[in-house]
Each structure stands twice: as structure tokens, then as C-alpha cells.
């Protein structure tokens, strides 16, 4: 299922400046490139398909593959293996992000200086939604689209972004434009009052991010539960490939 993509490892250091290592699988040849963040199932089918929507558009793609197996989904699997992963990843944090955002910050950086003129856009779902909203804020990245943005899983009133963070990536939303957050209003893990939290957190005094909410009780925006959420998943779907058409296409 992957075939035609390319793959390449990449090191780097984690905010606590340990070192590590993650595969990372890029397709297409665009002027500018999505950065897919998987989501805690996992890169299935439904990932992949959302790569090929990108590509379809122009784009390069570029999808970290930060845990469990390829190809298929493993809900629970992944969930045993994430919880192995805590130097990595902090479920339950709030008020601090995940140490793999400062890996997640130098892949960007790696992509962007591959090619000068590149723009990078990042996706984060689910266990990784919080991360876009933290990745806005590095120079790298110039758009951003949080889908299902979960973590703390424990504390659904709280962000899993530091003050400091926050304030960096109201600074940068400033700079660069708005960022698109998604979720569907039944969902069970990225509920009501975290999108109230990160409306409060950004959109006090202007719309920093533009807060998309969907009819009934599926998850996974714009992968699993695409299909089931019918024409305004698809609708959604639409809107994140047009922003980052918009935000990432050279003017002119």
C-alpha cells in the first residue's frame, strides 16, 4: 500500500534533548509539502488516502510513521505502544506539550531546507491534533489544520500547549493567517469544551483559528470516519485541501 513512496530515516532530538529515530515516507513532487501527522491508529488505508487527496492536488506529502504497524489500523495496539513511548509522547500532560513537538519541529525544518522556496503545512489528528497548533508557531510552517485535537486526553478543558507556546503561536497565526481546527460535535475524545478551550486560548481578541464542527458522533475528521460523516466530512475535507492551497501556493 505504500508503494511510490519514498523512505528515509530521520534523527533528532526531543525537547529533553534525547535523540531519536523515525522513519519517514514522502510522495509526490509539488512545490509544497503536507506534513501528515498520524493519528493514534495508526497509517492505514484511510491515512493513505488522505496523502493521495494531497497529491491529487499538487503537493508533496511527507508522513512520519511515529508508531505501529504500516498499512493497517491497530487501535489498540498503538494505544499499548504510545503508552510505552512516555519520553515521547505525554497523554495526560496539560499546559505542556509532548516532547516529540521539538522532533516534529526539526523534520519540518529538514523538509524546508531540502528546497529554500519550500512551504511546509502540517496535519496533526487525534493524538497529534494539539501538535499543529504548536507547529504554527516555528518558522518553517506556514499553514497548520488540527483535527480532532485530543490530548490531555484526562482533561478535556485544558490544552496540551504551554503558555509560552500559545502565546508564540498567537504571534505567528498573526504573521501568517489563521489555522483550521476540526472535530465532530459527538466526538467522545476531542469534545465540546476543548474546542471551547482553544477558542478561549486564541480567540479572544481576533479568529486565529477557525473552528469547523461537524454533525454527529464519529472521530477521524478527514480519515476513519470520512465516509460516515457524508457530505460535510466531505465538505471539510474540501476546505483543508483548498487552505492549503491557498496558503501554501507561491503568489502568482
Not at 54 to 78: D, E, Q, W
Request: a neutral charge; hydrophobic letters at 45%.
Amino acid at each position: 500500500m505504500l508503494e511510490g513512496f519514498t523512505k528515509r530515516p530521520f534523527s533528532a532530538a526531543l525537547s529533553d534533548g534525547y535523540r531519536v529515530r523515525h522513519d519517514v515516507y514522502s510522495r509526490g513532487e509539488g512545490p509544497a509539502t503536507v506534513i501528515i501527522i498520524q493519528e493514534l491508529p495508526g497509517i492505514g488505508p484511510e491515512t493513505l488516502s488522505l496523502a493521495d487527496a494531497f497529491v491529487a492536488r499538487g503537493f508533496r506529502v511527507v508522513m512520519p510513521h511515529l508508531l505501529g504497524p504500516l498499512g493497517k489500523i491497530s487501535l489498540v495496539g498503538n494505544l499499548v505502544r504510545v503508552f510505552c513511548m512516555r519520553r515521547q509522547f505525554s497523554l495526560f500532560e496539560k499546559n505542556q506539550s509532548s516532547p516529540i513537538v521539538d522532533w516534529l519541529k526539526a523534520l519540518c525544518r529538514d523538509e524546508q531546507a531540502g528546497d529554500g522556496t519550500r512551504r511546509i503545512g502540517v496535519v496533526g489528528m487525534c493524538l497529534t491534533g494539539n501538535f499543529a497548533l504548536s507547529l504554527i508557531a516555528d518558522d518553517a510552517v506556514l499553514a497548520a489544520v488540527a483535527s480532532q485535537p485530543s490530548l490531555p486526553f484526562n482533561d478535556q478543558d485544558a490544552l496540551h500547549m504551554s503558555s509560552a507556546e500559545i502565546a508564540s503561536a498567537r504571534a505567528s497565526i498573526d504573521q501568517k493567517g489563521s489555522v483550521l481546527a476540526l472535530r465532530f460535535e459527538g466526538d467522545p475524545l476531542c469534545k465540546a469544551p476543548k474546542f471551547s478551550a482553544i477558542d478561549q486560548a486564541f480567540n479572544d481578541d481576533a479568529q486565529r483559528v477557525e473552528m469547523i464542527e461537524l454533525p454527529g458522533k464519529g472521530h477521524s475528521v478527514l480519515t476513519l470516519d470520512l465516509i460516515k460523516g457524508g457530505a460535510p466530512a466531505q465538505a471539510a475535507l474540501d476546505r483543508v485541501l483548498h487552505y492549503f492551497e491557498s496558503r501554501l501556493r507561491a503568489p502568482g
